[in-house]
């Protein structure tokens, strides 16, 4: 009786055994391909940056049976960007360039924003194609990575975000307008290019209607009356 128990247990604690293996690899993948993994990106980041770069904890994607991590800056924590296992075994491969980029229009132009609305906005931009002008940049060291100003020529298909984290006051709508416009005139200044500006508000109870502007040219933007024309 006592033998059957023991075996009993053993049973027990090998299928516990080989469901928590199962279980880990999906999630983490395999100890030694993850060792591997950060041995790798280790002497990537040695070659190709001449800044102290911090990395975070190894992800696994088991749908792509591929290795990434979350890396940034020693300096800048706020600039996060992935190295990740390229799908097609042709070595690592990272975004620095464009999170750099995303990073430089986001910080000032959300930092305008937020001083417009009361801290109570966001904004973001999507590079949209960046294919051909990462390429042309991704031979040199990263401590010269070009700014968005020097390159924003090449990336003409690029989206602004701009969202409003409050319901559209309707009882002042002459105001709003001019704050709306006051966002237009600061991205016409600092020359973003763009072919679209998506500006939406959003009050933080559920039923609050939505208000949203789409511009696709600034044109024809010389006035906060010329805001109604793009809701």
Request: charge should be negative; charged fraction near 30%; hydrophobic fraction near 35%.
């Amino acid at each position: 009786m006592r033998r059957n128990i023991k075996i009993t247990l053993v049973l027990i604690s090998f299928v516990a055994f080989v469901l928590f293996s199962l279980v880990y690899y999906v999630s983490e993948g395999s100890p030694i391909e993850r060792y591997k993994f950060k041995k790798e990106v280790d002497s990537y980041i040695q070659e190709k940056f001449s800044q102290n770069i911090v990395t975070e904890n190894i992800k696994y994607s088991f749908k792509n049976d591929l290795y990434w991590i979350l890396a940034h800056p020693e300096n800048n924590k706020e600039l996060s960007f992935e190295i990740s296992q390229s799908w097609n075994d042709r070595g690592l491969w990272d975004d620095f360039l464009t999170a750099s980029w995303r990073f430089e229009v986001n910080q000032e132009l959300e930092s305008f924003v937020k001083s417009v609305y009361a801290q109570k906005g966001t904004a973001s931009i999507n590079l949209g194609k960046t294919i051909s002008v990462t390429d042309k940049y991704s031979t040199i060291s990263y401590g010269e990575v070009p700014s968005y100003q020097d390159i924003k020529q090449e990336l003409k298909d690029s989206v602004i975000y701009i969202h409003i984290d409050r319901a559209f006051k309707k009882e002042s709508t002459e105001d709003e307008y001019d704050k709306v416009y006051k966002v237009i005139q600061f991205i016409k200044a600092k020359e973003y290019k763009v072919e679209q500006i998506s500006f939406s508000y959003k009050g933080e109870q559920k039923d609050s209607p939505e208000k949203t502007f789409e511009f696709n040219s600034l044109e024809n933007v010389n006035s906060q009356d010329d805001i109604v024309k793009f809701e």
